[in-house]
């Protein structure tokens, strides 16, 4: 079965970088989109961005100049969300997650669309 890990969150000053990963197993083959989502207090679930595995291609929610970045370490089968310059907004939950996707070109990234799910792991930015 599909299992996803998150972890790398942590308690971080205003401004400063954080790279979160993603662990995955039970995934067969390429056909996967997966993304990275948010949940800050009071708030619902978010996208951040997303990959799809395959194909490649990403999407960004948010055009944050480059602020944020998705990727993936092939070799080790890991997803990565490198952040910079970190705001008291982006504090939350993170979560990472995994879909069955075969379309190329194109990446899902609605979290209700979304089906194997991490526990999360907490980001916390301090002003």
């Known amino acids: 079965r599909v299992q996803v890990h998150e972890s790398g969150g942590m308690l971080v000053k205003a401004g400063g970088s954080l790279r979160l990963s993603c662990t995955t197993s039970?995934?067969?083959?390429?056909?996967?989109?997966l993304g990275w989502f948010r949940q800050a207090p009071g708030k619902e679930r978010e996208a951040i961005s997303c990959m799809s595995l395959s194909s490649g291609a990403k999407y960004y929610v948010y055009a944050e100049n480059g602020r944020l970045t998705i990727s993936r370490n092939n070799a080790n089968n890991t997803l990565h969300l490198q952040m910079g310059s970190l705001k008291p907004d982006d504090t939350g939950m993170y979560y990472c997650?995994?879909?069955?996707?075969?379309?190329?070109?194109?990446?899902?990234?609605?979290?209700?669309?979304?089906?194997?799910w991490g526990s999360g792991t907490q980001v916390t930015v301090s002003s």
């Open positions: 039970g995934l067969l083959g390429d056909d996967y989109a």
């Open positions: 997650a995994a879909l069955e996707w075969t379309w190329k070109g194109l990446v899902q990234c609605k979290p209700q669309e979304y089906k194997y």
